[in-house]
């Protein structure tokens, strides 16, 4: 029993999540989920923020709402049923708030510069 119970501690670690070592951005470590257990704006919006099945593209979102509405949204939550953004409040710092939007400007900049290749 204990050599079993070992195998499942042994896998269950391994499984764990850890960042690539090259993403050392602190907002781009909380919009894809290794900062904090309960806050993965990747999991609803995509890895790159291009959305999903029940989120939006959001590579754009500063020229639509501007930086302040982001914020406000990430912090309380925007629309009603499933397919609402839910609050973070309480859930990340200021801190960590105003990092995670630096980084959404950068997603913003990064999707620009491709449509401008393109």
Known sequence: MLVFISIILVLFLACESKPPPEIT???QLLFLGYAKQD???SKCHGADGQGGMDAPDIRNAFQKY???EIMNIIEYGKGEGPDA???F???ISEEEL???V???ETLQRSSSDSQVEN
Do not use: R, T, Y
Request: charged share 25%; aromatic share 4%; proline share 14%.
């Open 25 to 27: 951005d602190p907002g």
């Open 39 to 41: 806050v993965n704006c």
């Open 66 to 68: 501007g930086k302040g």
């Open 85 to 87: 953004m839910p609050p």
């Open 89 to 91: 409040e309480g859930k």
């Open 98 to 100: 105003l990092e995670l």
């Open 102 to 104: 630096i980084f959404l």
